[in-house]
């Protein structure tokens, strides 16, 4: 038997095998529907990032010797992509997801390694995204946004610490984020641990978007969420005599 003990949001399906030990990381996770759009709109689709165009359509000249890059998707496909450059202290960021990183708008000056964007417009929506930082440290790329100005989404995440994904010498192998509510939901462990027979296991998870690469998941901090609403997980696993066993589990705590 097994307890999920904690949440950093909200909730999951998990997929247990009782053979032996099963490492947290290894559990199967379920999507939830998010803001999923309006009536007529196509289904949102899992995102191929092996197919996401990579191509920069233009670029400013860049004077720094390791500049860096990152891929932002926006829409519920994930159609919209926006182009960040970071050229020593300088953001280049392609804000109408045009692939023209030229424009008087999308140069912005850094305070040390951070970069303040400030109101942001969905080029796949029309909606305003509020106080858009994206800041550099020596190990990872963190970004925060305030999506539809009342949902608070930032990355980037790993499943445990030191494990963050952080922006790559070329756009070949830029880290791809995707970021907000309006996109079905997925699930990120965080520091789980193993999952072992007749032990008690503290089952975390953040909720979002997964990115390209491991460590580049975006989390949506878990107040967006009214306090009285809370999802169930349903755990499927083999008990010791070999039979099917399935337990439900309210989702009430957050962390």
């Not at 909730?11 to 379920?30: F, Y």
């Not at 791809?176 to 641990?193: A, I, N």
């Amino acid at each position: 038997m097994r307890r999920i003990a904690c949440l950093l949001c909200l909730g999951l399906t998990l997929l247990a095998q009782d053979e032996g030990e099963k490492e947290a990381q290894d559990a199967g996770l379920g999507a939830l529907g998010g803001m999923l759009g309006g009536e007529g709109e196509e289904a949102p689709r899992p995102i191929d990032f092996a197919k996401v165009d990579r191509r920069i359509g233009r670029l400013p000249a860049l004077t720094s010797k390791a500049p860096r890059y990152g891929l932002f998707l926006f829409g519920t496909q994930g159609e919209k992509r926006v182009w960040a450059v970071v050229d020593g202290d300088v953001l280049y960021l392609d804000r109408n997801a045009d692939g023209d990183l030229t424009g008087a708008t999308e140069r912005i000056a850094g305070e040390g390694r951070s970069f303040k964007i400030g109101d942001f417009v969905d080029p796949a929506t029309g909606a305003v995204h509020k106080a858009f930082t994206i800041t550099l440290t020596d190990d990872s790329v963190r970004y925060t946004i305030l999506w539809r100005g009342n949902a608070v989404t930032f990355g980037s995440y790993g499943p445990e610490p030191g494990s963050y994904a952080t922006l790559a010498a070329s756009p070949e192998t830029a880290p791809v984020f995707v970021l907000g509510t309006d996109r079905p939901f997925e699930f990120e462990h965080w520091m789980s641990g193993t999952l072992a027979r007749d032990a008690v296991t503290d089952f975390k998870v953040y909720v979002g978007h997964r990115g390209s690469t491991r460590g580049a998941f975006t989390t949506v901090k878990d107040t967006f969420l009214p306090p009285e609403e809370y999802l169930q997980a349903e755990l499927h696993y083999t008990d010791a005599g070999g039979k099917k066993q399935r337990t439900m589990v309210k989702l009430k705590e957050r962390c």
